[in-house]
């Protein structure tokens, strides 16, 4: 997984192949779009996650980089204005399937622990995709029903997380401070 290797360069491959591939993507019924990587998939979430990470690392970027940075930020942004009733509904539609994952996680904790301390890295970053997609989310967009949801999901794997170090890079760290992404912090316990 990219966030426990973290690469700037890793994270510019993978935003570039997604923005290019935007239009017609965002406009498609199509949730998970298909980018020519395959480390990674193509949804609203990931490009969100990676630009913020991105725009966080700017001053350990070199000129080049910055360079490929900013073009895509650009070329990103030019899409969500032009498409941006399509862009927020495919946000919410991430949401809403993302939430419905983390239930099916916590329902698999309930049952098998063992489980769920094995399997939760993958959750713990598809929690962080969803913060990245709210704090993104165009205003207009009702969220109301999926922010009760996020509550009830967040109620749940509170219950199961303990406290862990911080557990992806160092270096994304700074980015996600543990008032905020404290999923990030914890971690199932392995049962005895």
């Given at each position: 997984m990219a966030e426990h290797n973290y690469s700037i360069d890793l994270d510019l491959k993978e935003v570039k192949a997604m923005v290019d591939t935007l239009v017609p993507y965002i406009y498609e019924n199509d949730l998970y779009g298909k980018i020519n990587i395959d480390s990674a998939r193509l949804t609203p979430g990931s490009i969100v996650l990676r630009l913020r990470r991105l725009a966080a690392m700017r001053d350990q970027m070199n000129p080049s980089q910055l360079a490929q940075f900013e073009k895509i930020n650009a070329k990103n942004e030019a899409v969500f204005k032009e498409w941006n009733v399509a862009y927020g509904k495919k946000m919410?539609?991430?949401?809403?399937?993302?939430?419905?994952?983390?239930?099916?996680?916590?329902?698999?904790?309930?049952?098998?622990?063992?489980?769920?301390?094995?399997?939760?890295?993958?959750?713990?970053?598809?929690?962080?995709?969803?913060?990245?997609?709210f704090d993104a989310l165009p205003p207009d967009v009702d969220s109301t029903e999926v922010k009760a949801t996020l509550?009830?999901?967040?109620?749940?794997?509170?219950?199961?997380?303990?406290?862990?170090?911080?557990?992806?890079?160092?270096?994304?760290?700074?980015?996600?401070?543990?008032?905020?992404?404290?999923?990030?912090?914890?971690?199932?316990?392995?049962?005895?």
């Open positions: 919410l539609r991430e949401i809403e399937s993302r939430l419905r994952d983390l239930q099916t996680y916590l329902g698999e904790c309930k049952d098998d622990p063992k489980l769920c301390a094995n399997a939760y890295i993958p959750e713990a970053l598809r929690r962080t995709l969803i913060a990245e997609i509550k009830s999901v967040d109620s749940g794997l509170r219950r199961y997380i303990r406290e862990a170090p911080f557990f992806w890079d160092a270096a994304l760290q700074p980015i996600y401070p543990p008032e905020t992404f404290w999923w990030l912090y914890g971690r199932p316990p392995q049962p005895e």
